[in-house]
């Protein structure tokens, strides 16, 4: 009698994939606590079993996972997930690097709601929140970020990442016309610099711009042309942009279709490009500061010189709100030579950007220029709109120095026409004691 063996069928599933994807988790985690895969095995497992996880050779037991978890200072299920944080968080860095700000905001709020205990992923998403609050103008917002990413960073033992947050934390500072903190930041942060810590390419020229631009703003056009020059000898000339938004481009579609490998590879090398295309911003910023600050001088030709080359940079960037801060330099160059005409166009031309991305700053250059303008021509009434338009917009984004100093000028105008009365009110509220008046002359 002939006996029939049932075959019975065995679905074989290949889990080598997730085993991959762990173990590329692991190693991601492991370098970026600066530890050897020995330091990670000490104490229950070998180096070399460390090393098959990290190659997807071996899948790790929740045991294993539970370990790891704790000495690698990340949550098992950022381990363990279908898509790797450091995924998440490129598309937000993107997003920044490619001027994207608000986006940029909008997707770090959204991963800092879900980032639970991985301390160092906290400290990026927030040094990259009060980054993006920065590029919008909104230095009083990042100050909070700035300074819990520093120390955040500087408790897990990583001074490059804490010096980084401490330049946004300095940037913020700027921002909330508060130029004492900024300077004192980041001249500490120029102390570390020459002392050989190593954050990026250029640092030490970021910092020297920044802080030309801070003595710009607080009036000392010498030390403020010291830290430029310096800074200016560091830069470059090559434009890098347009690679980086086609690699850009290329991490998320990437993404998009599932490999996330590849989208991180693509997404990190077009973050080194736009980490040197940032220096041909800084580059132009530089520029627009330096010929304002020969404009003070009384230097026009030099000031030209300089604004030629920041329309240049800022053309290469395809970056309108460095070229909207070019011609808003530009309306207040052209009124020194006496061309009111221009003056008056190119103000104009800043305020019509302002809905298109040019910054509160641009705007209120362009105000006083054509506050002056009018004030040459003798017309009182538009004077006095344009230097209110001003000063409110200065007290919209709590920049009180600089609104007083709008105030005074407009209160000077006033005393020289004999209004005291008014004059004196516009003073008193400088002072913080009145509203300031409106001309009855309409």
Same mark, same amino acid.
């Given at each position: 009698m002939k006996t029939t063996r049932a075959r019975r069928r065995v679905t074989v599933v290949d889990n080598s994939h997730v085993a991959r994807r762990i173990g590329d988790r692991i190693r991601e985690a492991r370098t970026r606590?600066?530890?050897?895969?020995?330091?990670?095995?000490?104490?229950?497992?070998?180096?070399?079993?460390?090393s098959a996880l990290?190659?997807?050779?071996?899948?790790? /037991?929740m045991a294993a996972l539970t370990f790891l978890s704790e000495r690698l200072g990340v949550a098992i299920t950022d381990l363990v997930a279908e898509e790797p944080p450091a995924a998440a968080r490129l598309e937000a860095d993107l997003l920044l690097a490619a001027g994207d700000a608000q986006r940029a905001l909008d997707a770090y709020e959204t991963l800092l709601d879900r980032a639970g205990s991985d301390r160092r992923q906290r400290a990026e998403l927030l040094r990259g929140r009060a980054e993006a609050l920065c590029r919008l103008g909104k230095g009083r917002e990042a100050i909070?970020?700035? /300074?819990?990413?520093?120390e955040l960073f500087s408790g897990l033992g990583h001074p490059a990442d804490a010096a980084m947050a401490r330049y946004w934390l300095a940037y913020a500072q700027y921002q909330d016309d508060n130029p004492a903190e900024a300077r004192g930041i980041?001249?500490?942060?120029? *102390? $570390?610099?020459r002392r050989g810590i190593a954050v990026a390419p250029d640092f030490r020229f970021r910092l020297l711009a920044a802080l030309g631009n801070v003595e710009a703003w607080d009036g000392q056009p010498d030390r403020?042309?010291?830290?430029?020059?310096?800074?200016?000898a560091l830069t470059g000339s090559a434009s890098v942009r347009q690679r980086a938004a086609f690699l850009s481009g290329l991490a998320l579609q990437y993404r998009r279709v599932g490999d996330l490998e590849a989208s991180l590879r693509a997404g990190q090398e077009a973050l080194g490009l736009y980490g040197a295309s940032d220096t041909e911003r800084d580059e132009a910023s530089l520029e627009i500061n330096l010929g304002l600050v020969f404009l003070q001088m009384g230097n026009l030709d030099r000031s030209q010189a300089h604004l030629d080359r920041a329309r240049a940079l800022a053309e290469a960037c395809g970056d309108e709100r460095l070229a909207a801060d070019v011609i808003?330099?530009?309306a207040q160059? *052209?009124?020194?030579r006496g061309d009111e005409e221009r003056a008056h166009r190119l103000a104009s031309s800043t305020l019509d950007r302002l809905a298109t991305g040019a910054s509160f700053l641009a705007g209120v250059g362009a105000h006083l220029t054509l506050a002056r303008v009018a004030r040459r021509r003798g017309l009182r009434s538009a004077a006095e709109d344009s230097y209110r338009s001003a000063a $409110?917009?200065?007290?919209? &984004? &709590?920049?009180v120095s600089r609104r007083r100093d709008v105030l005074g000028e407009w209160a000077g105008m006033l005393t020289e026409l004999g209004d005291l009365a008014a004059a004196n009110a516009l003073y008193a509220e400088a002072l913080g004691r009145g509203t300031g008046v409106r001309s009855a002359e309409r």
């Open positions: 606590a600066e530890l050897t895969q020995a330091d990670v095995a000490r104490g229950r497992y070998t180096a070399a079993y460390i990290e190659r997807g050779l071996a899948k790790p /037991s909070r970020p700035a /300074s819990e990413a520093a980041l001249v500490e942060l120029l *102390a $570390d610099d403020a042309i010291a830290y430029m020059e310096e800074a200016r808003e330099a530009d160059l *052209a009124l020194a $409110d917009l200065l007290e919209a &984004h &709590h920049a």
